[in-house]
């Protein structure tokens, strides 16, 4: 049995799980950090592979201060929001992925950009798309036409959240960014068997 510690929201925290969790991270990351490169070994994505991109644009999604690490804070932060966070939190770490530069919104090069990752990884691991035969830029118009409402080729935070809890195929398509947990996992299995 675990401790735990009730905190101002009422969730539990397990606190020796997060213990454990802390001894991987150090047994993993002996400088305390995780850099770029061991976050794609770890999960097993070769550095120049299909989900490298995706892998990136994730890692950079956890790094909250941008130092191009992931301490152990971040990783807890991470993992919190990949197995208990609400939907709006999802999207919001979603955002993040998208908005690559970090400058607010995600314009129409890099919401191509990570749906071009998208559908590699979606080729690689064989998933069967919702939409078959759609081009990725015939998803980036839809995806626009869905979430833009300003018409400005921007998408913000608040047009992005708000288009895709009201469009059932933009969820659909963003399952992969909705759950990074499966992404993590399937990937870290697949490194396991090599």
């Known amino acids: 049995m675990g401790q735990t510690q009730q905190t101002g929201s009422c969730e539990e925290i397990d606190v020796k799980a997060i213990q454990d969790m802390y001894k991987k991270f150090v047994l993993e990351c002996p400088s305390g950090v995780l850099f770029l490169h061991e976050f794609k070994r770890f999960f097993g994505v070769d550095p120049t592979g299909e989900a490298s991109d995706y892998a990136e644009n994730m890692f950079r999604a956890f790094d909250k201060n941008g130092d191009n690490t992931i301490d152990f804070l971040e990783f ?9 966070g ?3 939190h999802k999207l919001r770490w979603s955002f993040k992925v998208y908005d690559k530069d970090g400058n607010g919104y995600v314009d129409r090069n890099e919401l191509r950009s ?3 990752s998208i559908y590699r990884i ?3 691991s064989k998933k069967d798309m919702s939409e078959p035969h ?5 998803v980036v118009e839809r995806i626009l036409d ?3 409402f300003d018409r400005d080729g921007h ?3 608040d047009e992005f959240v708000k288009g895709a809890q009201q469009d059932p195929w933009l969820l659909n398509m963003l399952r992969l960014d909705m759950n990074p947990a499966g992404w993590v996992m399937e990937n870290r299995r697949k490194s396991a068997h090599f």
């Open 146 to 148: 869905a979430v833009d």
């Open 155 to 157: 998408i913000t935070l």
């Open 122 to 124: 979606k080729k690689y």
């Open 134 to 138: 759609l081009t990725v830029d015939e």
């Open 114 to 116: 990570i749906i071009d």
């Open 86 to 88: 609400d939907l709006e």
């Open 76 to 84: 807890v932060a991470a993992l919190n929001l990949v197995f208990r």
